[in-house]
């Protein structure tokens, strides 16, 4: 940092200060310090809110040749004023991506770019991943995707000495951290003075070890790997059961604990659809080979549904909805605790469950509503961009005036088959769960009891699996070694498996955020770790599953 200039007084030109000029002379003086030293030390509050995980991580990697400064100036911990020295990360959509050497818990990361004259960097991105293939963006101002991860809602900023805070709804997984942007308001490039990332590793990471990094850039056509459904929409058209025995665990099991400080969770809603066991003999079980091919997932942290409950102590909220399902553009009240918004996501779901009065006798129950790319706006007003209800008693994919129950791609209700921390508390999970698949598993044409697919499933699904399957293990399959919550759904595929309602990036099955820990999705998603082999307890049942029509 430049020292303030010097002041010397001319020894021809001194003067006897009356004192009135020294008084104002002296507040001038402390004023100036003041400034001085707010100056050198901007970061203190900061710095005490938590462990930097970044700081002295040396493994860093880009998408083009970094200059201008040391890779490891990145990561050095140093929080002062002075934007030197810094990274130089190409022209135009480049990436910086940070490898923490271990799984840790993320809860916060804040990012400095060059700020010594407050521009503007262009098209930020952040994102996180626990395995340097399935990215979650965390912050996205990339309105027109010039970095082809998808369109960004959130908005551009003026850089400035404490950097850009992004603090995550809840602590996510995480060993590597992308940072994207695409030049500023004076030239064509990109610059990183520093890169802080707050949260836990050690005891608090789900796994011993993890692969070593590898550069991966992404392909001119690729999103982050668990891709969004479509905007909802229909067409109209018409899907594979064990006596387990006792192994050991590859993972440590996990009681199921809701994380602290969030909002209200909820029952999900008991649907018929997903609480009713097949029942008689099939009339086909068609081999699915496909369903063994990649890694299965849990869609928890993003792409995935926190269910809360509305009370009337809660705001009235008026959501501001336009036409789709077929439904007509409205605006809808519903009681939604404060400080709830939509899901980490580009989808940004939200699930509210209201306890409402029907019929003439006075009836009181309760109405699962879904909300697709929900934004609040304030403590009563918010908008979504697709909408879809139905009663705790319905089927979970037909709402109680015919229309759509969820914002699914088959109408379904996202309620229907989410796992929940109750749910997996209780000795068997006795419905059938909700799971996705991509498009080069997925076939036109549905079968019940969905109701509708992707509007362009016609011209991007390109395998054998309809929208509205039913994925099972056949009885007589013996189980593989599981971990304890492994075997539980491993029971659960082989009574009821899972209902295909949507479309991933990846097959996955869902877990409500509010409930499932991150350490309970990863004893069902995990396939790196020591004891794994390279497969997760969902890899091993996917080898198993058939379709059941």
Request: charged share 15%.
């Amino acid at each position: 940092m430049r020292p303030l200039p010097s002041t010397e007084v001319s020894p021809q030109r001194s003067r006897v200060y009356r004192s009135s000029e020294f008084r104002i002379l002296c507040s001038a003086v402390i004023f100036a310090a003041s400034y001085f030293l707010i100056q050198i030390y901007p970061s203190v509050a900061q710095s005490n809110q938590g462990t930097n995980l970044a700081r002295g991580k040396t493994t860093i990697t880009s998408s083009v040749p970094m200059t201008l400064a040391s890779p490891a100036e990145l990561t050095n911990g140093e929080e002062d004023n002075n934007p030197n020295p810094f990274i130089g990360v190409g022209q135009g959509p480049q990436w910086i991506k940070l490898d923490l050497q271990e799984v840790c818990m993320v809860s916060r990361i804040n990012i400095r770019h060059y700020w010594g004259d407050r521009r503007i960097y262009h098209d930020v991105i952040a994102q996180l991943s626990y395995d340097n293939i399935h990215w979650f963006t965390i912050f996205n101002n990339d309105r027109e995707n010039s970095s082809l991860q998808g369109n960004g809602s959130d908005d551009e900023y003026a850089e400035q000495y404490n950097g850009k805070d992004i603090s995550l709804t809840y602590p996510f997984d995480t060993r590597y951290i992308r940072l994207w942007s695409n030049g500023s308001s004076m030239n064509s490039s990109n610059h990183y003075v520093e890169l802080e990332a707050y949260g836990a590793c050690g005891n608090n990471a789900p796994v011993t070890t993890v692969p070593t990094a590898s550069t991966v850039s992404p392909t001119s056509t690729s999103a982050p790997t668990l891709t969004p459904s479509a905007t909802p929409n229909s067409t109209a058209s018409a899907t594979d059961t064990i006596a387990p025995t006792a192994t050991s665990s590859p993972l440590p099991s996990a009681t199921p604990t809701p994380p602290p400080s969030m909002p209200p969770s909820a029952p999900v809603a008991p649907f018929t659809a997903f609480n009713t066991a097949p029942s008689g003999t099939p009339s086909a079980i068609v081999a699915a080979p496909e369903l063994s091919s990649t890694h299965w997932w849990v869609n928890r942290e993003s792409y995935s549904c926190a269910v809360v409950r509305g009370t009337s102590s809660d705001p009235l909220v008026a959501i501001s909805l336009p036409a789709n399902w077929d439904r007509p553009a409205q605006t809808i009240h519903l009681r939604i605790p404060r400080g709830v918004t939509g899901a980490p996501g580009t989808d940004g779901t939200l699930c509210v469950n209201n306890e409402e009065t029907v019929g003439s006798d006075g009836r009181v129950v309760t109405v699962a509503h879904d909300l697709w790319q929900f934004s609040r706006t304030s403590d009563t007003t918010a908008t979504a961009r697709a909408y879809g209800y139905c009663r705790s008693t319905d089927s979970g994919f037909t709402a109680p005036d015919g229309g759509n129950c969820g914002i699914r791609a088959t109408m379904a209700n996202f309620q229907g088959g989410l796992l929940t921390g109750p749910l997996l508390g209780e000795p068997e999970l006795n419905f059938a769960l909700a799971c996705s698949l991509p498009n080069n598993m997925l076939r036109s044409g549905w079968v019940p009891p969905a109701r509708a697919e992707d509007a362009d499933g016609p011209s991007t699904y390109t395998g054998n699996i309809r929208m509205g399957s039913r994925l099972m293990i056949p009885e007589s399959t013996p189980m593989p070694q599981l971990s304890s919550i492994g075997q539980k759904l491993w029971r659960q595929f082989v009574k009821y498996g899972c209902l295909v309602v949507d479309r991933s990036g990846s097959p996955s099955i869902y877990a409500d955020p509010l409930t499932v820990t991150a350490a309970d999705a990863d004893l069902l998603r995990v396939y790196w770790c020591s004891t794994c082999n390279g497969k997760s307890d969902l890899d091993r049942i996917g080898e198993h599953l058939v379709v059941v029509r």
